[in-house]
C-alpha cells in the first residue's frame, strides 16, 4: 500500500514503524513548517503543500491517508480524515502486527492500534480511534470516534468512551464506567465514577482537575 500521513511528529514516526514492511510512506504534511521526520520522506506544508503534490503526481488514485495526530485532538484528527477522505485518499485502519484485536472488534475507518495494545471481544472502536502503544480495551467497552485511549491506559469491560474523549497514559477506567465526550482522564488517574462531557479528572481516585 502507498500511504501520505498528516502530521509530521512523533505520532507519524509510531505510525510508520507499525506498517514497516507493509507500506511505502510517500509524503508527510503538516499545517507548520516542520522539518521531516524521516530523512527519506518530503515534509509538504499546509493545504498549499498538499495540493501541489497532488497535482505533480496526477491525483491520489490508489493512494492510502492515515492522520497522525494524537494527544487530546481527536476532533482535528476527524477533521483532516474527513478533508483527505473527500480528496479521494482511502483511510485505512493501521493495527500494529503485535496488538491483539479479537476477531469480532468492530471498528470504524481510519482506527490505529499500536505496538502491544489488546482490544478484547465485542469491542466497539468508532472512526479514527487511537489504541495507543500497550493498552488495553477489555470485552464489550465502546469508544466513540476520534476518541484516543493513550499507552498502557487499562479500560475494564463494558467502558463507554465517548467521541473525541483522551485518556491519558496508564488511566485506569473501571468497569462500566462512561467517558463523556471531549473529556481528559489525567495520566495515571483511577476512574471510579462517570466523567461528564468535555471534564478533566486527576488522580486516585479521580477527581475534577483544575490548573493550579
Ligand atoms: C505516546 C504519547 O505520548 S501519547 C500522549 C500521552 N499523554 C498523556 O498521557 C498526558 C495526559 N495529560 C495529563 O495527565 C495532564 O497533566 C492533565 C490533562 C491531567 C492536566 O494538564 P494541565 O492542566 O496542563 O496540568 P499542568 O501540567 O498545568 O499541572 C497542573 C497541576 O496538576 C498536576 N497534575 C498534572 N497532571 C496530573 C496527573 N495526571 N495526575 C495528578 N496530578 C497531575 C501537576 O503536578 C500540577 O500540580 P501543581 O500545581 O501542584 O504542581
Redesign the pocket.
Known amino acids: 500500500m502507498k500511504i501520505v500521513f498528516w502530521g509530521g511528529t512523533?505520532?507519524a514516526k509510531?505510525l510508520r514503524e507499525a506498517l514497516a514492511g507493509r507500506a511505502e510512506l510517500l509524503a508527510v504534511f503538516d499545517r507548520r513548517a516542520l522539518a521531516s521526520p524521516f530523512a527519506d520522506v518530503p515534509l509538504y506544508v499546509g493545504e498549499a503543500g498538499l495540493e501541489q503534490w497532488l497535482r505533480e503526481r496526477g491525483g491520489s488514485r490508489g493512494l492510502h491517508a492515515a492522520v497522525a495526530i494524537?494527544?487530546?485532538r481527536g476532533r482535528d484528527r476527524l477533521a483532516r480524515m474527513d478533508q483527505l477522505g473527500a480528496r479521494g485518499f482511502a483511510l485505512p485502519e493501521i493495527v500494529h502486527p503485535r496488538a491483539f484485536v479479537a476477531a469480532d472488534v468492530r471498528r470504524g475507518e481510519g482506527c490505529q492500534i499500536l505496538a502491544l495494545a489488546a482490544v478484547c471481544t465485542c469491542a466497539v472502536l468508532g472512526r479514527g480511534v487511537i489504541v495507543?502503544?500497550r493498552a488495553s480495551v477489555d470485552h464489550d467497552c465502546v469508544i466513540g470516534d476520534g476518541a484516543?485511549i493513550?499507552?498502557g491506559?487499562v479500560l475494564a469491560g463494558e467502558v463507554q468512551v465517548e467521541a473525541g474523549a483522551?485518556i491519558?497514559?496508564?488511566?485506569v477506567v473501571l468497569p462500566g464506567r462512561r467517558i463523556g465526550a471531549d473529556a481528559?482522564?489525567?495520566?495515571?488517574?483511577v476512574v471510579t465514577r462517570d466523567v461528564a462531557a468535555a471534564g478533566?479528572?486527576?488522580?486516585n481516585p479521580a477527581r475534577p482537575?483544575?490548573?493550579?
Do not use: E, L
Not at 168 to 171: D, I, L, T
Not at 200 to 203: E, L, R
Open positions: 512523533g505520532q509510531v494524537g494527544g487530546a495507543n502503544t484516543h493513550g499507552p491506559a483522551f491519558g497514559s496508564g488511566a481528559v482522564v489525567g495520566a495515571g488517574a478533566v479528572v486527576a488522580g482537575h483544575s490548573k493550579a
